[in-house]
């Protein structure tokens, strides 16, 4: 390929302005607006110069860049380790099972270890000419309609968490088991064997940072008969509302304090989050879920005065700080948490409930009660207490 050829001038002017950004920002996320048609003219020069497909005795072979790198891996031409390992984990991964998906998945290794030089420093006899290939977007093309799991809940019931599960996502894992080509029967034997526990998920988003939609995934779509353009015109409404509060945000970073000035010695616990505590009322010797709404009933019913803390979410526990005097009122840790929620006519109100000792030892349980600001900052709070609960499942 020659060095005048506008394919490289296209990926020049990329290069730019991601380096740019990343001296500016020192680093460069996926949602990068130039990510995505770097990696398309990257995937474009790869695949130039590429022979078709090769007929054989039993058929006709489809080859793609991916042939190429793995036969050089295969030969031991390079003496790279990074990119040893990039083509090993290709191989090892479940989540890709066609050349296209290998491919774009070892570009996405070999960028990120810094060996997506070497398949172009070696003859390839699988090309016309020698050294070019090419990467993509991550997936295997287009996804089968029969071997993946679309998330097409009516409106309301992935309300538990917004913005992270949503209608058009895909479930790319089911309690760390890759999804693709898993049969409805494992799933269901997934579910049962995990009865009572939290349900793990991992999730493709079917659309962009700005609201467009993901190509790969817009076949499924279509074959569950979505409605594209409205699911389109919601996102891209909802993007541009995120980019409005960032804005605002920036623009304004002192509004958050401005309801709750002169916060005292407690301050230094910048992560901390300000809410009134409005105590706590023993619930038995069960501490599920169940018990929340009858817990936060029987402490409100007091009319308690409220506390005003500093509720600050740990890495393995929560603390309650006085706002005056800066002490520490409560502390518990993420083991002596059974649950954590609010009831649907206090959306003001939150509450966890704690034991003594770890919580599958602990005999008694009592529901500690909340009041926020507002219900945006109630759920806030409780999706952080559900973070430290992922965090110390995985560390313990």
């Not at 390079?78 to 989540?95: D, G, L, Y």
């Not at 009865?195 to 999730?203: A, D, E, K, N, T």
Request: net charge neutral.
């Amino acid at each position: 390929m020659s060095v005048s050829h506008p394919l490289l001038k296209e990926l020049k002017n990329y290069v730019l302005i991601l380096t740019k950004d990343a001296q500016t920002h020192n680093e460069v996320l996926d949602d990068h607006p130039s990510m995505v048609p770097f990696c398309q003219v990257l995937e474009r020069i790869f695949r130039e110069g590429l022979v078709g497909p090769v007929y054989t005795p039993f058929g006709i072979t489809k080859r793609d860049y991916w042939s190429v790198v793995e036969s050089v891996y295969q030969e031991r031409i390079s003496v790279s380790s990074s990119f040893h390992h990039s083509v090993e984990a290709v191989q090892k991964s479940q989540r890709v099972h066609t050349q296209q998906g290998r491919g774009r998945l070892f570009l996405r290794c070999a960028l990120f270890k810094r060996c997506l030089h070497v398949p172009y420093r070696v003859p390839d006899p699988v090309r016309e000419e020698p050294g070019r290939v090419r990467p993509g977007r991550l997936c295997d093309g287009s996804r089968d309609p029969g071997r993946d799991l679309p998330l097409t809940a009516p409106p309301g019931v992935a309300a538990q968490v917004p913005d992270k599960v949503e209608s058009g996502d895909i479930v790319d894992e089911l309690y760390g088991e890759c999804c693709y080509g898993m049969r409805r029967g494992r799933v269901s034997s997934l579910l049962k064997l995990y009865q009572g526990m939290p349900v793990y998920i991992s999730v493709v988003k079917c659309h962009s940072v700005t609201g467009d939609l993901y190509p790969p995934v817009i076949p499924l779509l279509e074959h569950l008969r979505l409605d594209l353009a409205q699911l389109t015109a919601t996102y891209q409404a909802k993007a541009q509302q995120q980019r409005r509060q960032a804005e605002s945000a920036a623009a304004a970073p002192e509004r958050a304090d401005a309801a709750e000035p002169d916060p005292g010695p407690a301050a230094q616990y910048v992560a901390g989050t300000p809410v009134h505590y409005m105590g706590a009322g023993f619930v038995g010797n069960r501490g599920d879920v169940t018990v929340i709404e009858i817990g936060v009933e029987n402490v409100l019913r007091n009319q308690p005065e409220p506390h005003k803390v500093q509720l600050v979410l740990g890495e393995t526990g929560i603390t309650l700080v006085d706002r005056a005097t800066g002490e520490v009122v409560r502390k518990h840790c993420y083991t002596e948490i059974a649950s954590c929620g609010r009831r649907n006519d206090r959306l003001r109100h939150f509450a966890y409930v704690a034991g003594e000792t770890s919580c599958n030892l602990a005999r008694f349980f009592y529901c500690h009660v909340f009041e926020a600001v507002d219900e945006e900052q109630a759920r806030t709070v409780l999706h952080g207490i559900a973070e430290g609960f992922r965090r110390t499942h995985f560390a313990v």
